[in-house]
């Protein structure tokens, strides 16, 4: 056997026993974690006028038409996908991290002048088994619930809550730490896991693949329990093209990456993996801990020859997204630009979107975009800030993996994380941006670019109007943001607040 086939053969068949014996060696109790019905009761209790962001969807949404005002332009025709936590409560108990939530997906069905909407529940494993009993079963990302039995396999803790993927005939909702979830994409039917091939069923697959212009999809996984760090190159079409896992020390959160012409990116931030804190009961977030002298370590991996890598170092610094990569040949040799939401700590991960769950804001500064170079000659790397918040940050899909100016992300904090509200639109290039603040009571979600052959394009997203109780889909022309809508729908209830999707042309 290849030592490629073996460690995928132990990823596959050992990453979740692994899991289990972490989890189980020491009791969850042991974990000082707050009782999940308090949890339950302090939602329940507060005031706050945006709970309904994070309240819990009470059943599926049947096809829904929504008002619309204005036109939405021919490019639009077609549907978005989005998925995001929606069940956050069962059983009187409540999840304590806002990415625990059993996923919802949704597709907004646009057509000039109607638009209808549909929520449906991801009826995964853990979904099915856990309504029947009625109560949780076993822990979340950020959540041990103590007393229950611990995952015995990373698919027993899959919800399949955190973006969307169209691939040949299904469109896969995404999870982070396991398979991806097969969905009919007419009916948003769940109909099982995706397995790209057999040694490779349950291995971590994430939940931010990038697709080039000919749409050939890359993405990656993390195994933090054996340290290491696989990736895959998948054809257009949806054949897998190549699968390999390599070893990388002080394993960290990694949760998104970018593509150039000739490597692949990613920054590696000092939110470490801990065994220990696992076998001492933590959750899966808490067995992270935060090691700012590790700095931020950029990986860049060849995208012929995966073997050949190399890494720069940049200050300390946590990101959940990247916008872009793109590399220039200069005299010298290749330097690699990248930008992404930079955070100067874990914050938002290990606080912001855990005290939301209470219905509380933390209130930690939002990130910021940065925009980085890295010289592959002489391994140097530098990065400088372009002082506008911004978090979800998109680009136009026909520049994936090439030279980009503008970024399309939420930004405008509203008190802590996540309440963003505005869109904007920044040049990464000169750092001038414009921006839709959309009013005092919404809460901005992302917004997708969509291309438009006859035009610079047109920008696509949702918001959540808390005071009205009503979420709007809304359509921008990509290069007058700050002149508001063309064209937004109104849907007659309010979506739990999601996270990622993706446009599919009609």
Request: glycine residues 10%; charged residues 20%.
């Amino acid at each position: 056997m290849h030592r490629r086939d073996l460690v995928l053969r132990l990823m596959a068949a050992g990453g979740g026993p692994l899991l289990a014996s972490l989890a189980s060696q020491v009791p969850h109790a042991a974990h000082a974690q707050a009782s999940s019905t308090s949890w339950h009761a302090q939602f329940e209790a507060s005031q706050a006028p945006w709970k309904p962001a994070f309240a819990t969807a009470a059943a599926d949404i049947p096809l829904t038409a929504a008002s619309v005002r204005g036109r939405f332009p021919d490019a639009v025709a077609g549907t978005l996908y989005r998925v995001g936590p929606a069940g956050h409560d069962l059983g009187g108990e409540r999840y304590q991290h806002w990415f625990d939530g059993d996923g919802m997906a949704h597709r907004f069905v646009i057509g000039g002048n109607t638009v209808h909407h549909q929520g449906r529940y991801v009826a995964t494993a853990k979904r099915l088994a856990e309504a029947q009993a009625g109560r949780r079963l076993t822990e979340g990302f950020g959540t041990v619930f103590p007393g229950r039995e611990p995952p015995s396999s990373p698919d027993s803790m899959n919800t399949a809550n955190i973006s969307m993927l169209p691939v040949g005939d299904d469109v896969l909702a995404l999870w982070e730490g396991g398979s991806a979830t097969r969905l009919d994409p007419r009916t948003l039917e769940t109909r099982g896991l995706k397995t790209w091939r057999a040694d490779l069923a349950g291995v971590p697959f994430s939940a931010h693949p990038r697709v080039e212009p000919d749409g050939t999809i890359w993405n990656f996984g993390v195994d933090a329990h054996h340290g290491l760090l696989l990736l895959y190159e998948i054809a257009p079409a949806g054949a897998l093209r190549r699968a390999d896992a390599f070893p990388l020390s002080h394993m960290p959160m990694v949760h998104d990456f970018a593509v150039t012409a000739g490597h692949l990116v990613f920054l590696l931030p000092p939110l470490v993996y801990d065994a220990q804190r696992r076998l001492a009961g933590a959750s899966v977030l808490d067995a992270h801990q935060w090691r700012p002298e590790l700095g931020m370590r950029v990986l860049v991996v060849n995208k012929q020859d995966w073997k050949r890598q190399q890494m720069f170092h940049l200050p300390a610094g946590f990101l959940f997204h990247l916008g872009n990569a793109w590399e220039e040949q200069t005299a010298s040799g290749t330097v690699i630009h990248l930008d992404y939401a930079r955070a100067t700590d874990a914050s938002g991960v290990l606080t912001d979107t855990r005290e939301v769950m209470r219905a509380r804001l933390a209130g930690s500064a939002g990130p910021v975009l940065t925009v980085a170079r890295l010289d592959l000659r002489t391994g140097q790397a530098t990065q400088a800030s372009l002082g506008v918040e911004a978090e979800f940050p998109r680009i136009d899909p026909q520049r994936v993996g090439q030279r980009h100016r503008q970024v399309v992300h939420a930004t405008g904090t509203q008190g802590g994380l996540p309440l963003w509200g505005a869109i904007a639109s920044t040049n990464v290039e000169t750092g001038v941006s414009q921006r839709y603040r959309y009013g005092p009571h919404t809460i901005v979600e992302e917004h997708v670019w969509v291309p438009d052959a006859r035009g610079p394009g047109w920008v696509l997203g949702t918001a959540l109007d808390y005071a009205r109780k009503q979420t709007l889909l809304s359509c921008f022309a990509a290069d007058a943001l700050a002149d508001g809508p063309v064209a937004q729908a109104t849907l007659p209830y309010a979506l739990p607040l999601g996270l990622h999707g993706v446009f599919m042309a009609a």
